[in-house]
């Protein structure tokens, strides 16, 4: 059976938002997975090399700590697992970095498409024609976001001198901040505004809105949360025992292919995760807007009334 359209510009509460993202999520989880699978090739290489040349950095300075204590011998090579490790994690920044640009604006062009067909009927192709149409305005409001950055983390650093109330001020300040960037991100894509004009309509919509934003934002991101740990239990599991074998038998990881091989893709696997995870993120913010849009603008519901009444004459 095919699954029913889920109209997105309808003002919504707080609760219909929570129902729809799951629904939404439901229907369109695989179709979406392919897409994000299709145009993150090249990342999820550079994820795979970053996390070996990590894994390896790791592996290599626990066995030259075991070396150390006269379980093994020979000229060490500390600064080599260094380098691996520091080269790895430069490369995983800039990879993280270009990713979380990349797949806000690959989720925001899937929901901009769904929202204009109706429902699933379009290409994968259309989100990509879409997403590389934005990636002037994508990179410069990734720029944009450095200095307000700092500037939450300033505020975050004051509040952490504050008893109690300060981290409750800290949480409020952060979802509420999360809801602005993705919302404007979300506008910008949707409405081929520019970057500063998409920040300061995001800012209206959450500030009028503001205890709904961050409400949405707080409940979806600990469910979103909750269920990245419910994905990462099996793989969990299985390295957790793997490390066990290895503690208790006293196996040389710096030398085992297979330890170098379990705990590369292990954390492979969590990166692209958190990577996904970005996705769903600004799938929830790209819902916000046009409920907060609707409820500002009233243009759905005004199209619908004027629809009747052409119908009626």
Known sequence: MKDKYI???????FGDILSVYFEFLRQNIKKFTNVFLSYNGIFLVGLLITSYLMVSGFVGMISEGTNVYGMGSGESNEGTYWTYI???????????????GFNFSLSSSYL??????????????EVWEHTKGNFGNTFLFIILLIPIYILFFIVALVFA???????????????????WIGVSFFSMMSQSKGVIDSFGEGWNLVINNFWRSVGVNFILGLLNGLLFFIILIVPSIII????????????????SVISTVIYTLGLCLLLILMVYA??????????????LHEKTYNINTRSKIDQIGQTDQ
């Not at 957790?240 to 030398?255: K, L, P, R």
């Open 7 to 13: 109209e997105l510009r309808i003002n919504r509460d």
């Open 86 to 100: 520091i080269v790895g994690s430069i490369i995983f920044f800039i990879i993280f970095i270009l990713v979380a």
């Open 112 to 125: 901009v498409k769904y929202d204009e067909h109706k429902g699933q009927g379009f290409d994968k192709k």
């Open 161 to 179: 001198f504050i008893p109690l109330l300060g981290m409750f001020a800290q949480y409020i300040v952060q979802f509420a901040m999360t809801a």
């Open 240 to 255: 957790g025992i793997y490390t066990f074998h290895v503690v208790e038998n006293n196996v040389d990881v710096g030398g």
């Open 278 to 291: 970005q996705c769903l993120s600004q799938f929830v913010n790209g819902i916000l807007f046009y409920a």
